[in-house]
């Protein structure tokens, strides 16, 4: 007796129901990325389909994730195009166009497709989690220096006196962002 899931009617659907869009949330060891790797070879190896790899989007939560994608669907398309699926050959021929990543990745590449409508300067880097933090310091410090520079003497003794110093004042900017509370840093300053 074999055993079949009960929601083996969704399974299949997700493959298959190529005309919807799908999302697909489950725990670890069910069976995601087979279905997923199933969704994406059907999808550009249907017959008389137009479907091209550079129109994929296929997005995960960590690198890790993404890469078991990418590996599994590029092997499954090379298992198709050796057994002669010509379909299969094309679409492993624009396998590099598809954007089978992260989320970090997909809004990186939307982000900088678009940086003026989303009001990036023209070039700009995503920072790892360690240079962020770097970053974040740095703009503390000046943010801080900035504003103990427009401080008069009375506003400053005040300050001091209710324990407020340029340390603790750091500290405090360093976690409203931490906490994702923190406005532009120029809005502060200005308003």
């Given at each position: 007796?074999?055993?079949?899931?009960?929601?083996?009617?969704?399974?299949?659907?997700?493959?298959?129901?190529?005309?919807?869009?799908?999302?697909?949330?489950?725990?670890?060891?069910?069976?995601?990325?087979?279905?997923?790797?199933?969704?994406?070879?059907?999808?550009?190896?249907?017959?008389?389909?137009?479907?091209?790899?550079?129109?994929l989007v296929a997005i995960t939560f960590t690198?890790?994730?993404?890469?078991?994608?990418?590996s599994r669907v590029r092997r499954e398309l090379?298992?198709?195009?050796?057994?002669?699926?010509?379909?299969?050959?094309?679409?492993?021929?624009?396998?590099?166009?598809?954007?089978?990543?992260?989320?970090?990745?997909?809004?990186?590449?939307?982000?900088?497709?678009?940086?003026?409508?989303?009001?990036?300067?023209?070039?700009?880097?995503?920072?790892?989690?360690?240079?962020?933090?770097?970053?974040?310091?740095?703009?503390?410090?000046?943010?801080?220096?900035?504003?103990?520079?427009?401080?008069?003497?009375?506003?400053?003794?005040?300050?001091?006196?209710?324990?407020?110093?340029?340390?603790?004042?750091?500290?405090?900017?360093?976690?409203?962002?931490?906490?994702?509370?923190?406005?532009?840093?120029?809005?502060?300053?200005?308003?």
């Amino acid at each position: 007796m074999n055993f079949v899931p009960a929601d083996q009617a969704a399974r299949e659907a997700a493959k298959n129901s190529l005309a919807e869009t799908t999302f697909i949330a489950a725990g670890a060891g069910t069976g995601k990325t087979t279905t997923i790797v199933s969704r994406i070879v059907n999808a550009v190896c249907e017959p008389g389909g137009e479907f091209l790899m550079q129109k994929l989007v296929a997005i995960t939560f960590t690198e890790r994730a993404a890469a078991e994608l990418r590996s599994r669907v590029r092997r499954e398309l090379e298992r198709r195009s050796v057994a002669g699926d010509a379909l299969a050959k094309t679409a492993l021929s624009q396998f590099e166009s598809a954007q089978i990543g992260t989320i970090h990745a997909f809004a990186k590449r939307i982000l900088s497709s678009f940086p003026i409508e989303a009001g990036l300067p023209l070039t700009f880097e995503v920072q790892d989690q360690a240079s962020s933090k770097l970053t974040v310091r740095e703009s503390a410090s000046r943010f801080v220096d900035a504003f103990f520079a427009t401080l008069n003497e009375s506003d400053f003794d005040l300050l001091h006196e209710s324990g407020v110093g340029p340390a603790k004042l750091r500290e405090f900017f360093i976690e409203l962002n931490d906490k994702r509370l923190l406005v532009n840093e120029q809005d502060v300053l200005s308003g």
